[in-house]
């Protein structure tokens, strides 16, 4: 058991773990922040997508010995200081970019990664952006939606609701 | 996963050292290690985490060559070559998904040396230099079959010096559930000949298509391979594709990367 | 003007908030104090005998609480099965014993055969690998027609044979079908597998189980669609606890698409434990795991012959099915192939004569049972893939001869040859839509612009039926259901006028506690706001049957319409007494009560607080309170129809299929929530896309599992699917249930597979192919495309 310090969510934060320990299960387990979400043990649901020191990260294919002393952002931070919804959630609400609420999370924080570093995004870079983020629930159709609103785009003529 | 010690290793030096003492395992990127641990597929005493060297971290371009650190991730790679090389960033920027990409390092994919990696591809198209702790090996020498490589144990890629081809492209045709390169093909035209590496597509792993390179030196055009076709022997057959579908690829793939640098 | 709130209004999710939060509350969130962990020891053989279980020095591990394994099960239930099929000799379907845990024998890849539990979830996992199991590996079966050859191994050593049932729908119309075919002018034959899918809910299962022994209590929490279902079937089959004794709570579950009807092994085994340990005990399932211990969907192998007359003119249909039911009955397996799949066979048109012939097999493969359409799916796609082949053996175009075939607008309510009577539908309508929405006129401009960039676009239609809202009770009890089908709702209104509706739906993506609320308001005329749906908890909610069968609005909505009227009705009795009218004269609308054709009027809450407060009340003619409970049990399915149009374009060179349009007319009946409607069929449609064209679960001939994790099973993504175009303005409500819902089901799952196998075979038409398998992946795309070149 180490002792584990990084800044979460603005925050300083430390609690032990053994080396074994995933960022995601720190995150889950030890910070009680459950907003982060395990949907697959291959990498490649992306349900556990945070951002480390700034970039999006699988928080399940990271350890958090790995995290120690970085700027981790999860779900739990990206609504608004008044505790309002953040401009990407509010999209992802408007237009129905969500159901299950599962993969939610990630794909909110892929959103915020992608819009970080193009901020007005094509419905095919959104697209490829979320490769690594599965939603079994939507069709990904308000999903692309949600993101090109968030980006201020205007998507009132993307076929239907 | 195990139980392991996890140990952060500050230098090349220490890691080399720590390394060296029993059931020790180098951690890059992690992200097909990780995965492997989950499954309970490895077993190390000691994890040594490479990724707060950052001796390890650069992208340095001159001399027309890219000399890129073995923990550089595909993310940084995919940026910083854009200008320089654009078709070894344009594969760096394919590589798993976003997330893995701001991760996985080219070192750890190079030691790891999947037989459907991209990066195998670029080291081997290019004709790079493989450096190590230790030694430089060329490309052509490194990769020795289906995840193996002539790394030593406990040896660390801490650079890869990429020659800078006049024109490449790197197309790929993912399979469909991992996404990883069913077939993919790198071309790389060079003043002094063409190189052609193919991945996904071979159980031996990576490997340069002499006919296409013999053909493409002569005449860089896509008439050149319009004919060729590969062998199927030995082509990986799983249920995404057949080998004898695999073999067809690689004639695909080849004509389409040729078709975008002509 | 779209409406801002209630019926038909487009009100945004509430539950949205949590979720984008992070404070959504999922099985896996749940922590108990003291909790303990569970890890299943599961078999690596498809079949094998279990010679001994040596848990000696796996109990010794560190941390180990107790290793189980089937002799601690010794007196408690096997995992029942909730249908009985009965054949078409009369007799009853052979229904194995499904126990907790193997007994004598494993049967297929993830069954498990002991379980470890311990302080913590390594600890687990590490004496997991000291268990010693000596398990002789016994031949495996695995396709369903070997397994039926005389001496195949059997899967279950104490049945005949490994056939479940051999079904035969309508078993009195055999003959006559026989004759039509054999006389017809044409018969369209089509072979086809309708491929095996795993649900892959993006939550994993998880179950939590603890005990409280001065209460004698038992709580399970687990992802589940149904927690009374659960309730039970694990209280009064398994355990033997009784339904007071035993609290099911499912909280927010992520994803169920079927896969999360089923009662599980491993919930009752957290709720045994917990008491046998003393301690609460947790599984969580890996993804790993998932793959296989969910129960798949499909995998169905049909011979499908369609009888016509010189115009195109359907005669008579058979079909003869081979069903997989794994190597256990799952909680609703057998009704899956049968009731769901043959009533359906009539789709959208006249068919005079139907035969439908069903063989449910055992193989050593994980359980199969309803998935995302369950029945309704494989009926669709074999009969939209013959009448394709059919139209063009015939020479005529595939939309003119479904519109020959069609059931007419005036013909409704129809009684189909299987059994069942549409209310109302009008296929014509949505097929026009259709066309429209999907420019089938352009369709010709933008195949060449495609063959200018070298790649072959096809257009394909298909046509469904669904059949939503399961299901009248006598009706489902006749045909073997050990169920009733009913939902319940209570609406408790509180003093100040806030309501809490409790309903037996579960929610788990579809949006209930928005769009529930609407029904609710709308009825009330009060805002949203005033009302909470609450669901999920066996604890705060009546008996209901859950979410499944696509029965949500068309059922849970209605008992929530019945008991909304109730208490409008026992307000009316309340508002008559504070305005001192004839109760006949008061009128509610807007929240407000009045009297006909005078200005006296008293608001809803006013009403809520007399109830509460019953000063100035009644109480010689009424009981103070307001709140009342309903349980609906439907008069009939309902019937949601739709027309649905795929584009593909097809690269002649690798075979890869890229989906580039797709289109969908449904008729819904009335909606409450158009976007809640649209993103449903978004999702079904894409995990339609997901079955043409990308998903398989593959077995090899020992029973091994060869997709199972992401990297082999393919997924979805974001870029397999293109933005979809959807419309729902034709509307023929049903006639049977108070708000005229049909409900929109598993529509997009069921409309689109045939759609998009037609659309492709329409790009490869110069090639001659005539079929190929699901999924339409690079690989078998090219090879068929090899096939006809070298004309093999």
């Given at each position: 058991m180490t002792t584990i310090t990084m800044r979460v969510n603005g925050k300083d934060v430390s609690a032990p773990a053994e080396g074994n320990t995933l960022l995601v299960n720190f995150l889950r387990e030890d910070l009680k922040l459950t907003g982060t979400h395990v949907g697959c043990d291959t990498s490649q649901c992306g349900a556990c997508v945070v951002h480390v020191n700034g970039v999006a990260v699988k928080s399940c294919t990271m350890f958090a010995e790995d995290a120690a002393g970085a700027e981790v952002s999860t779900i739990e931070g990206m609504a608004n200081a008044d505790g309002s919804l953040g401009t990407i959630q509010q999209a992802f609400q408007d237009y129905h970019g969500l159901q299950c609420g599962f993969c939610t999370p990630g794909m909110v924080m892929i959103a915020a990664d992608l819009l970080r570093s193009n901020p007005t995004p094509s419905e095919q870079e959104i697209r490829d952006h979320l490769e690594g983020n599965i939603c079994r629930c939507t069709g990904y159709h308000n999903i692309v939606k949600a993101i090109q609103a968030a980006s201020g785009q205007d998507v009132s003529a993307v076929a239907a609701e | 996963m195990y139980a392991f010690d996890f140990v952060k290793a500050a230098s090349v030096e220490e890691a080399v050292s720590a390394l060296a003492s029993g059931e020790a395992q180098a951690l890059g990127g992690g992200q097909t290690l990780i995965p492997t641990l989950k499954a309970r597929l490895a077993d190390p005493g000691t994890?040594?985490?490479?990724?707060?060297?950052?001796?390890?971290?650069?992208?340095?371009?001159?001399?027309?060559?890219v000399e890129i650190g073995g923990g550089t991730t595909h993310a940084t790679v995919a940026a910083e070559t854009a200008q320089t090389y654009p078709g070894l960033a344009d594969?760096?920027?394919?590589?798993?998904?976003?997330?893995?990409?701001?991760?996985?390092?080219?070192?750890?994919?190079?030691?790891?040396?999947?037989?459907?990696?991209?990066?195998?591809?670029?080291?081997?198209?290019?004709?790079?230099?493989?450096?190590?702790?230790?030694?430089?090996?060329?490309?052509?020498?490194?990769?020795?079959?289906?995840?193996?490589?002539?790394?030593?144990?406990?040896?660390?890629?801490?650079?890869?010096?990429?020659?800078?081809?006049?024109?490449?492209?790197?197309?790929?045709?993912?399979?469909?559930?991992?996404?990883?390169?069913?077939?993919?093909?790198?071309?790389?035209?060079?003043?002094?000949?063409?190189?052609?590496?193919?991945?996904?597509?071979?159980?031996?792993?990576?490997?340069?298509?002499?006919?296409?390179?013999?053909?493409?030196?002569?005449?860089?055009?896509?008439?050149?391979?319009?004919?060729?076709?590969?062998?199927?022997?030995?082509?990986?057959?799983?249920?995404?594709?057949?080998?004898?579908?695999?073999?067809?690829?690689?004639?695909?793939?080849?004509?389409?990367?040729?078709?975008?640098?002509v | 003007m779209p409406k801002d709130s209630g019926i038909g209004a487009s009100s945004k999710r509430r539950e949205d908030l949590r979720f984008l939060t992070g404070n959504g509350k999922y099985t896996d969130d749940v922590n108990v104090a003291g909790q303990s962990h569970a890890v299943f020891v599961r078999s690596d053989l498809a079949h094998g005998r279990i010679e001994s279980i040596d848990v000696t020095e796996a109990e010794a591990a560190p941390g180990v609480l107790k290793v189980f394994t089937a002799k601690d099960f010794e007196g408690v239930g096997g995992v029942p099965c909730g249908w009985c099929v009965t054949d078409k000799h009369g007799e009853p379907m052979q229904e194995p014993k499904h126990p907790v845990l193997a007994e004598g024998k494993v049967r297929h890849v993830g069954d498990p055969y002991a379980v470890v539990v311990a302080e913590t979830l390594d600890q687990a996992r590490n004496?997991?690998?000291?268990?010693?199991?000596?398990?002789?590996?016994?031949?495996?079966?695995?396709?369903?027609?070997?397994?039926?050859?005389?001496?195949?191994?059997?899967?279950?050593?104490?049945?005949?044979?490994?056939?479940?049932?051999?079904?035969?729908?309508?078993?009195?119309?055999?003959?006559?079908?026989?004759?039509?075919?054999?006389?017809?002018?044409?018969?369209?034959?089509?072979?086809?597998?309708?491929?095996?899918?795993?649900?892959?809910?993006?939550?994993?299962?998880?179950?939590?189980?603890?005990?409280?022994?001065?209460?004698?209590?038992?709580?399970?929490?687990?992802?589940?669609?149904?927690?009374?279902?659960?309730?039970?079937?694990?209280?009064?089959?398994?355990?033997?606890?009784?339904?007071?004794?035993?609290?099911?709570?499912?909280?927010?579950?992520?994803?169920?698409?079927?896969?999360?009807?089923?009662?599980?092994?491993?919930?009752?085994?957290?709720?045994?434990?917990?008491?046998?340990?003393?301690?609460?005990?947790?599984?969580?399932?890996?993804?790993?795991?998932?793959?296989?211990?969910?129960?798949?969907?499909?995998?169905?192998?049909?011979?499908?012959?369609?009888?016509?007359?010189?115009?195109?003119?359907?005669?008579?249909?058979?079909?003869?099915?081979?069903?997989?039911?794994?190597?256990?009955?799952?909680?609703?397996?057998?009704?899956?192939?049968?009731?769901?799949?043959?009533?359906?066979?009539?789709?959208?048109?006249?068919?005079?004569?139907?035969?439908?012939?069903?063989?449910?097999?055992?193989?050593?493969?994980?359980?199969?049972?309803?998935?995302?359409?369950?029945?309704?799916?494989?009926?669709?796609?074999?009969?939209?893939?013959?009448?394709?082949?059919?139209?063009?053996?015939?020479?005529?175009?595939?939309?003119?001869?479904?519109?020959?075939?069609?059931?007419?607008?005036?013909?409704?309510?129809?009684?189909?040859?299987?059994?069942?009577?549409?209310?109302?539908?009008?296929?014509?309508?949505?097929?026009?839509?259709?066309?429209?929405?999907?420019?089938?006129?352009?369709?010709?401009?933008?195949?060449?612009?495609?063959?200018?960039?070298?790649?072959?676009?096809?257009?394909?239609?298909?046509?469904?039926?669904?059949?939503?809202?399961?299901a009248p009770s006598n009706l489902v009890g006749q045909l073997g259901a050990r169920a009733g089908?009913?939902?319940?709702?209570t609406v408790r209104v509180n003093a100040t006028g806030s309501i809490s509706v409790m309903t037996g739906s579960h929610s788990h993506g579809q949006g209930h506690e928005t769009s529930f609320a609407q029904v609710v308001a709308d009825m009330l005329g009060i805002p949203e706001e005033q009302i909470d749906i609450i669901h999920g908890d066996t604890a705060r909610t009546p008996m209901g049957m859950g979410t499944y069968g696509s029965r949500s609005i068309a059922v849970g909505g209605s008992a929530m319409v019945r008991a909304t009227e109730k208490i409008i009705a026992k307000a009316k009795k309340i508002a008559s007494h504070?305005?001192?009218?004839?109760?006949?004269?008061?009128?509610?609308?807007?929240?407000?009560?009045?009297?006909?054709?005078?200005?006296?009027?008293?608001?809803?809450?006013?009403?809520?607080?007399?109830?509460?407060?019953?000063?100035?009340?009644?109480?010689?003619?009424?009981?103070?309170?307001?709140?009342?409970?309903?349980?609906?049990?439907p008069a009939n399915f309902t019937y949601p129809s739709g027309g649905y149009c795929c584009e593909v374009e097809v690269d002649p060179d690798t075979g890869k299929v890229d989906v580039v349009a797709f289109s969908a007319a449904d008729d819904f009946g009335n909606v409450i929530n158009p976007m809640i409607v649209e993103g449903q069929?978004?999702?079904?449609?894409?995990?339609?896309?997901?079955?043409?064209?990308?998903?398989?679960?593959?077995?090899?001939?020992?029973?091994?599992?060869?997709?199972?994790?992401?990297?082999?099973?393919?997924?979805?993504?974001?870029?397999?699917?293109?933005?979809?175009?959807?419309?729902?303005?034709?509307?023929?409500?049903?006639?049977?249930?108070?708000?005229?819902?049909?409900?929109?089901?598993?529509?997009?799952?069921?409309?689109?597979?045939?759609?998009?196998?037609?659309?492709?075979?329409?790009?490869?038409?110069?090639?001659?192919?005539?079929?190929?398998?699901?999924?339409?992946?690079?690989?078998?795309?090219?090879?068929?495309?090899?096939?006809?070149?070298?004309?093999?």
């Open positions: - | 994890l040594i985490s490479l990724a707060h060297i950052d001796s390890l971290k650069f992208v340095r371009a001159g001399d027309g060559m594969l760096a920027g394919r590589i798993g998904d976003p997330s893995v990409r701001n991760r996985g390092t080219i070192g750890g994919s190079l030691a790891n040396n999947d037989p459907s990696a991209c990066y195998p591809a670029a080291a081997l198209g290019s004709g790079a230099t493989i450096v190590t702790n230790s030694r430089e090996i060329a490309a052509d020498d490194f990769f020795e079959g289906m995840f193996a490589t002539s790394l030593e144990e406990g040896e660390i890629v801490t650079a890869v010096k990429f020659p800078i081809p006049e024109k490449s492209h790197y197309e790929k045709m993912a399979q469909p559930a991992s996404r990883f390169p069913l077939v993919a093909v790198f071309v790389a035209k060079f003043a002094d000949g063409v190189r052609v590496a193919v991945t996904g597509a071979s159980n031996d792993g990576v490997f340069r298509w002499a006919e296409a390179e013999k053909a493409l030196s002569a005449d860089f055009s896509v008439a050149a391979v319009q004919e060729l076709k590969h062998s199927d022997d030995d082509m990986i057959a799983d249920l995404h594709g057949t080998a004898a579908y695999r073999a067809h690829l690689i004639g695909v793939m080849t004509r389409r990367a040729v078709a975008q640098m | 004496a997991a690998e000291l268990i010693d199991a000596d398990i002789t590996e016994l031949p495996a079966v695995v396709n369903m027609k070997d397994a039926l050859k005389d001496g195949a191994t059997k899967v279950h050593d104490d049945l005949t044979s490994n056939l479940c049932y051999d079904w035969g729908f309508v078993e009195e119309n055999k003959g006559a079908v026989d004759e039509a075919i054999r006389n017809a002018h044409h018969v369209t034959t089509l072979e086809l597998v309708n491929n095996r899918l795993i649900a892959n809910p993006m939550e994993p299962r998880v179950a939590v189980g603890e005990y409280d022994p001065w209460k004698d209590e038992h709580t399970l929490w687990t992802t589940s669609q149904n927690p009374h279902v659960i309730r039970l079937l694990m209280g009064a089959f398994v355990l033997g606890i009784p339904e007071h004794k035993l609290r099911v709570i499912a909280p927010d579950v992520g994803g169920g698409f079927g896969t999360k009807i089923f009662h599980y092994a491993e919930e009752a085994f957290c709720t045994f434990a917990a008491k046998a340990l003393k301690r609460p005990v947790k599984w969580t399932c890996t993804r790993s795991e998932a793959f296989m211990s969910d129960a798949h969907g499909r995998d169905h192998v049909s011979k499908i012959e369609l009888a016509m007359d010189e115009s195109g003119k359907f005669l008579a249909l058979r079909t003869d099915t081979y069903a997989n039911m794994g190597a256990y009955l799952s909680t609703f397996a057998p009704s899956v192939p049968t009731w769901l799949h043959g009533t359906l066979m009539a789709g959208n048109y006249i068919t005079p004569l139907i035969y439908v012939n069903v063989k449910a097999v055992f193989t050593n493969t994980v359980p199969v049972d309803a998935y995302r359409g369950a029945g309704r799916p494989e009926a669709t796609y074999q009969l939209e893939r013959v009448v394709d082949k059919a139209a063009r053996e015939m020479g005529i175009d595939p939309v003119e001869l479904r519109r020959r075939n069609f059931i007419n607008k005036d013909q409704f309510p129809y009684d189909t040859p299987v059994a069942v009577t549409y209310d109302t539908g009008d296929y014509h309508a949505t097929m026009d839509k259709l066309l429209e929405i999907s420019d089938r006129d352009g369709f010709a401009a933008r195949k060449a612009e495609s063959a200018a960039r070298g790649k072959l676009r096809g257009y394909g239609v298909a046509h469904y039926i669904e059949a939503c809202g399961i089908l009913y939902e319940s709702a504070l305005m001192e009218a004839s109760e006949s004269d008061v009128e509610f609308a807007n929240g407000q009560f009045t009297v006909a054709g005078t200005d006296k009027s008293v608001a809803w809450g006013d009403v809520c607080l007399a109830a509460y407060v019953p000063h100035n009340y009644p109480l010689e003619d009424i009981e103070p309170g307001l709140e009342e409970t309903s349980f609906y049990d069929v978004h999702g079904g449609v894409a995990q339609g896309i997901g079955q043409a064209v990308l998903e398989n679960c593959v077995y090899d001939e020992n029973g091994q599992l060869l997709t199972g994790s992401y990297m082999d099973y393919a997924m979805p993504r974001a870029y397999d699917v293109p933005m979809f175009t959807v419309d729902h303005s034709c509307q023929t409500p049903c006639t049977h249930n108070p708000l005229g819902v049909k409900g929109c089901g598993e529509a997009g799952a069921i409309g689109s597979p045939p759609a998009i196998v037609n659309a492709v075979l329409d790009a490869l038409n110069d090639f001659g192919i005539d079929h190929i398998d699901m999924p339409l992946s690079p690989q078998r795309v090219w090879a068929a495309m090899q096939d006809a070149k070298s004309g093999a």
